[in-house]
């Protein structure tokens, strides 16, 4: 080992001309990343909903819903009609928009003098001018179920241009396109955008903000504590390069092999300022305080020192990291695992080599060492060492008191899926959710297939008894599918609003309505299928997650061998994600419990000690998901990844209290004396790394995403109890296993006595 680590100090330019050109290669290659913000693509490919979703998507003109709210007081002006057409256009221009429901162009049904006639409610080529043809728009509007509400609210004061797009396009450049050309025609109305393409198209723009924000702010809040810590340029500046070099590697790694920044993705360059300075830190102040004179000496020493217990650390991060590799559901939290767990073995590489090589051309005498305690020691460590020595048994109710109350809190966890609830309540995608679900009857759309002779009377039958049962839910307000179009034709025809019962009148009115766009929308080409239409306007999991189950009883006890009917739809789709949130929870959790406790086990050589290590992490975690419960923090994309972040940080404490605590405890044979100066001495870096990693991740804060918020302050208190937890419930365990020990030597004793 010493040979190899002298490599490092005699190939020092090498190495530093090496590390040189790779960060100029991967920076250059940062140049071809993209921000991906579709959730929808980071679905599995064996996801039901999901190939479902996108099936009818390519049969039915679209299955992802845009929508344009156009505010106005006087709706109903040749203004407003003319500026609602000319958004239509537009729209309908745009390349990736396969279909455009409005004002200006949705289907009407009528009757006049030459009999039943199919067309457009407005005539683009003659629109509204009028008080008397505005009028009478107005009041067809309001007398017709379907658009008031639908395309026009309640209030009239708001009208709604609803699109589809092609399954195959970038839903994000399609939605920024639309608005740019909407923008550029300085309308007087006030216009919100909604619906996945345009929360997407806001979604990238706030993860490019993001990152320009929050990166150069975690970088600034790691200078500030580095120059208290260690109050030296070297001390300050090298960390903050080491773990530079070791993004740009990251970022440049993802642009070769075609990855993209996701909506978690983006926070890479944060999580990894936070965790790897940390092996940076642990060789900048070994080097500073090795007492050596020779300075190739006093690097080598020291890294001969450093190597296994900074790898250890590192490796235990990592498996935190691939832990989502095995146990996630979403593509885009594995690739966030796997780019983390890569840029956490850069910065150890780097810690290992840059820094010593580069070292090793300003050599620094040794420091002086200061008899003084630090404030930290003298205010905080000391009293906490004396209350484990002294009130072992408090502290211990405390901790299990916590346990408790966390256990009981993660049964109040409510899981997040839907994309409107990651934004903050003042965004632009926000509010616009919020009117659609109180004007428009949501955004989410909600597609339900029946597949048999189209044609038939028992068909369209089934198809109408499912549209009725649809409409007895409180978030659906609204339904469309064939069977609407043939009830208004036959009740325009005199015979009131319901299905004929003779296939051939079916047909008859099927011929008139042939042709038009929407039966595009609604039917296939061969006459095999047919779909009913709808919004789901709640955000809420549990309300979406009810209504599937509903729908999914429903279908189950109403299909039969000559109608199947398929569920499929946003909800679906959120629903899938929901219970694949805490399947992930589980099972990367599991995962990283299990690969972190053989990897102390085997470094402590010692099974028991391993179970010994991870207890206060998991008290930790405990503790987290209460607080989560109690506070109301959602389980979603981004907070689903805490726990085995935590993990795999949090367990280097326990395992620098276990090797402190037996390194003094061989030295005097006291387990007082070896428990006060591990929570003194190692207790020190232990709570500085430990403020470094939780500050660091506390930027998460000032996202403008609220999941990302909510990670940020999650993984700040867990590296608070999680010091502390290795400080204090670490070492009660110890003494509690070492009275233990010596009740078994003491009976043992008498026995042979």
Not at 47 to 60: M, T
């Amino acid at each position: 080992m010493k040979k190899t680590l002298s490599y490092i100090i005699k190939f020092r330019t090498l190495i530093l001309l090496t590390i040189l050109a790779i960060t100029l290669v991967m920076g250059w290659q940062m140049k071809n990343l993209k921000i991906n913000s579709d959730i929808i693509s980071s679905l599995p490919d064996d996801d039901p909903a999901a190939v479902l979703y996108k099936e009818i998507g390519e049969k039915y003109q679209g299955s992802t819903i845009g929508i344009i709210i156009v505010n106005s007081e006087n709706l109903y002006s040749a203004q407003t009609i003319a500026d609602v057409a000319t958004i239509t256009d537009i729209v309908q221009s745009t390349k990736g928009v396969e279909s455009v429901t409005s004002l200006a162009n949705i289907i009407n049904i009528k009757t006049d003098e030459y009999g039943l006639e199919v067309g457009n409610l407005v005539d683009i080529y003659a629109l509204p001018e009028t008080e008397e043809e505005l009028m009478n728009l107005k009041n067809e509007v309001e007398s017709n179920e379907m658009y008031k509400g639908v395309i026009v609210s309640n209030d009239g004061k708001s009208t709604i241009v609803m699109f589809t797009l092609a399954t195959d396009v970038n839903q994000e450049e399609v939605g920024k396109e639309i608005k740019e050309k909407i923008a550029a025609q300085n309308f007087s109305h006030g216009i919100t955008y909604g619906g996945l393409p345009m929360m997407m198209q806001e979604l990238s723009t706030i993860i490019f903000n993001d990152m320009v924000w929050l990166i150069p702010s975690v970088a600034i809040l790691l200078l500030i504590i580095l120059f208290l810590s260690f109050k030296s340029v070297r001390g300050t500046i090298l960390p903050l390069i080491t773990v530079s070099i070791a993004i740009t590697w990251t970022l440049g790694l993802m642009a070769i092999l075609g990855y993209e920044i996701t909506m978690i993705g983006g926070i890479i360059p944060v999580i990894l300022f936070a965790v790897g300075s940390a092996y940076s830190i642990h060789v900048i102040n070994h080097i500073r305080e090795n007492q050596e004179e020779d300075y190739r000496k006093q690097i080598l020493s020291s890294l001969g020192y450093l190597v296994l217990p900074v790898f250890l650390s590192s490796l235990t991060t990592v498996f935190g990291f691939v832990s989502f590799i095995f146990g996630s559901y979403l593509t885009m939290i594995k690739d966030f695992g796997i780019f983390c767990a890569v840029g956490t073995f850069f910065s150890f590489i780097l810690a290992l080599t840059f820094i010593p090589a580069l070292i090793s051309f300003f050599p620094t005498p040794p420091r002086r060492v200061s008899d003084k305690e630090s404030l930290l020691t003298k205010k905080f460590l000391r009293p906490l060492s004396s209350l484990v020595l002294k009130y072992p048994k408090y502290v211990l109710i405390f901790w299990i008191s916590l346990v408790i109350l966390g256990i009981i809190g993660t049964f109040k966890i409510d899981r997040s899926t839907n994309l409107a609830s990651f934004f903050n309540k003042k965004s632009e995608t926000r509010i616009a959710e919020e009117t659609l679900q109180e004007q428009f009857g949501g955004s989410a759309p909600v597609y339900v297939l029946f597949k048999g002779d189209v044609h038939d009377p028992d068909f369209l039958a089934k198809m109408g008894d499912f549209s009725d049962f649809l409409k007895t839910n409180p978030h659906i307000s609204h339904v469309t599918s064939i069977v609407d179009l043939i009830e208004q034709m036959n009740e325009a025809m005199g015979e009131g609003r319901k299905l004929p019962t003779d296939r051939a009148k079916i047909e008859q009115l099927w011929f008139l309505l042939e042709g038009h766009e929407v039966m595009e929308q609604l039917v296939s080409d061969d006459l095999d299928e047919a779909i009913i239409q709808t919004r789901f306007s709640s955000i809420n999991t549990n309300d979406t997650k009810k209504f599937i189950d509903e729908v999914e009883e429903y279908i189950a006890a109403h299909q039969d061998e000559n109608v199947t009917i398929q569920l499929s739809g946003i909800p679906s789709v959120y629903v899938n994600m929901d219970s694949s949130l805490l399947k992930s929870q589980l099972s990367s959790l599991s995962i990283a419990i299990v690969l972190v406790l053989l990897l102390i086990s085997i470094s402590l050589r010692s099974l028991k000690l391993g179970i010994m290590g991870i207890v206060p992490i998991l008290v930790t975690v405990s503790a987290v998901f209460g607080f989560m419960g109690f506070t109301g923090i959602s389980l979603d994309v981004a907070t689903v990844s805490v726990a085995s972040i935590v993990l795999g940080i949090g367990i280097d404490y326990s395992i620098h209290t276990i090797s402190s605590f037996n390194y003094y405890f061989k030295i005097e044979n006291d387990i007082d004396y070896a428990i006060k100066n591990t929570i003194c001495i190692i207790g020190k870096s232990i709570m500085i790394n430990a403020t470094a990693v939780g500050l660091g991740f506390s930027v998460l804060l000032f996202s403008h995403l609220i999941p990302m918020k909510f990670m940020g302050l999650l993984i700040a208190i867990s590296m608070l109890l999680s010091s502390i937890g290795a400080l204090t419930l670490l070492p009660i365990m110890i003494i509690i296993n070492h009275n233990y020990k010596n009740k078994l030597l003491t009976k043992k004793q008498l026995k042979t006595a």
